[in-house]
């Protein structure tokens, strides 16, 4: 390995010393970046969310539309995956974006990544809060009120922030298991439907009776919901032992393993749903198809098994945002406090601790003021949805003009990426038009405004100190020794 010929260029704006000496790098295996992207990409919350959300929408369309939304996180996945054979980063996506488009665009990712990932660990805490009220009522206890679910909120907030400070491999290893537990729960589930309903080839699922085109897609757009975290492996770019081999295995072996669970998954749930109109008068439609299987008795157990998991998937976003404020600080281009390492964890602390408390706040603010646990489940998710599409896209705009710049073949290269840049946009599109009810409809200019905030102040930072902006994307490692010298775009 070796340093990009940008970092060598750059003198470090945050010096290493004994009390803060930065991220440990060599501690992370194999194991713990997979464990990253399977905690972040949270399938046990999807398959019992998500999924029905997507056939409240298609109807026996929902297993196309589950398709196309994993052809279209492949796309992306394989763009990131080409970046993360070659560079090696704490800043993931920002830094693969620098390579291709320069500083501006990298800043922008990088911003709007971290805003992504709060939205959604703000929706995993909320789901963590809402499932643990349900196991405690069925214990007896009253845990659904509004009092009691701003306490479970707190708890579960303190809970996800804790683990990533802990260390990367304490928070990986029990998302891994914590996933791994809940889906043997689930697919018990589900294998009990089977069994009830019995297993037959559904030609209405097939051929999507009953269900058009457009309606397929609008499903799709829900389904690539369920991928998003999938990258976030990049994040431990600077503390994985082998990271070009670990990252892009970790991000397509995600999402390859999860698109067939989650078509298995689909499929044995629409065999097992009545009609959309009594699903969506259920709150956890997954419990219901247990009740309606005869294994309700594993309701209790689904339930935990998605409070756990809700919890680990905000923990694995607040750890790969923290590890992008972290970049940043080292880079020069944001606060020096937020480079600071545990002394003894060597995690970035001080930004986790204050990404938990904006991921705990901003729900724990909307229920105290009267709104409901799901639909602030639902605002929060949304929002940070943006974050990781508006990622996506500029990452997927960079991988060929790195390419050329590396003088590597661009053509077959080129194809995916703009496969991946239209399937993004068409989803960005069908998240905006038809406009969607109040408050929805003014999540895309509250996204929009942070990022443009954000940028305002890149681009003061670069009026002001021009040699400080301009080291972002330094702290890049190089896959080829031999790589020639190459600046970074501007």
């Known amino acids: 390995m070796s340093v990009d010929a940008s970092s060598e260029s750059t003198t470090p704006r945050h010096p290493e010393d004994p ?24 399938p046990s919350i999807a398959i019992g969310g998500t999924i029905p959300a997507v056939y409240l929408t298609a109807g026996n369309g929902s297993l196309w539309s589950t398709a196309v939304g994993t052809v279209i996180a492949l796309l992306v996945a394989w763009v990131v ?94 998302g891994i298991v914590v996933e791994a537990v809940s889906l043997l729960v689930i697919l018990v589930a589900l294998g009990a439907a089977v069994v009830h309903f019995g297993l037959r080839f559904d030609t209405g ?24 975290g999938f990258e976030s492996a990049g994040s431990l770019g600077a503390e994985s032992r082998d990271p070009f081999r670990a990252i892009p295995r970790a991000v397509i072996g995600t999402v390859l393993g999860a698109g067939v669970l989650y078509l298995v998954s689909t499929y044995v749930q629409v065999l097992g749903y009545g009609s ?33 998991s809700a919890v680990a998937c905000g923990s694995a976003g607040v750890n790969a945002a923290a590890r992008s404020l972290y970049n940043l600080s080292r880079e020069g281009v944001l606060p020096a406090l937020l480079g600071r390492t545990h002394p003894v964890h060597r995690t970035p602390h001080l930004a986790v601790y204050l990404l938990g408390a904006a991921s705990g706040l901003l729900p724990l603010v909307l229920i105290a003021t ?7 489940y ?33 053509a077959a290269v080129a194809v995916v990426s703009v496969l991946a840049v239209l399937a ?23 996204f929009a405004g942070i990022v443009l905030a954000g940028l305002g102040w890149y681009l003061a930072l670069l009026r002001r100190d021009p040699d400080r902006a301009r080291a972002l994307g330094s702290r890049t490692i190089s896959a080829h020794p031999s790589d020639t010298a190459e600046e970074q775009p501007a």
């Open 81 to 174: 995956a080409q970046f993360a054979r070659r560079a090696a980063s704490a800043g993931s996506l920002y830094s693969y974006v620098s390579l291709g488009l320069g500083r501006g665009p990298a800043f922008v990712t990088g911003w709007g990544l971290v805003v992504g990932y709060v939205g959604i660990a703000a929706a995993c805490l909320v789901g963590a809060a809402v499932y643990l009220g349900a196991l405690l009522e069925s214990a007896g206890l009253p845990a659904t009120g509004t009092a009691a679910q701003l306490v479970l909120l707190v708890l579960a907030t303190a809970a996800a922030s804790v683990l990533p400070v802990r260390g990367v491999r304490l928070s990986t290893r029990f």
């Open 276 to 308: 959309a109109a009594d699903l969506a008068t259920s709150a956890a439609p997954l419990n219901e198809l247990t009740r309606a299987s005869g294994v309700g008795w594993l309701s209790p157990l689904l339930n935990a098994g998605i409070v756990v």
């Open 19 to 42: 009390v803060h000496p930065g991220l440990a790098a060599g501690a992370v295996s194999a194991l713990d970046v997979f464990g990253q992207s399977l905690a972040a990409t949270g």
């Open 424 to 446: 993004i946009g068409y989803v960005t599109y069908k998240n905006l038009v038809p406009v969607p009810a109040w408050p929805v409809d003014v999540l895309p200019y509250a």
């Open 205 to 228: 699922q097939f051929t999507a009776k009953g269900v058009d085109l457009n309606t397929v897609m609008l499903g799709a757009v829900l389904a690539v919901a369920v991928f998003v």
């Open 370 to 376: 009267g709104s409901g646990e799901l639909e602030v």
């Open 378 to 410: 639902a605002w929060t998710a949304a929002f940070g949805t943006f974050g990781y599409l508006l990622a996506y896209l500029l990452v997927a705009l960079a991988l060929p003009l790195h390419l050329r710049r590396r003088r590597e073949p661009v």
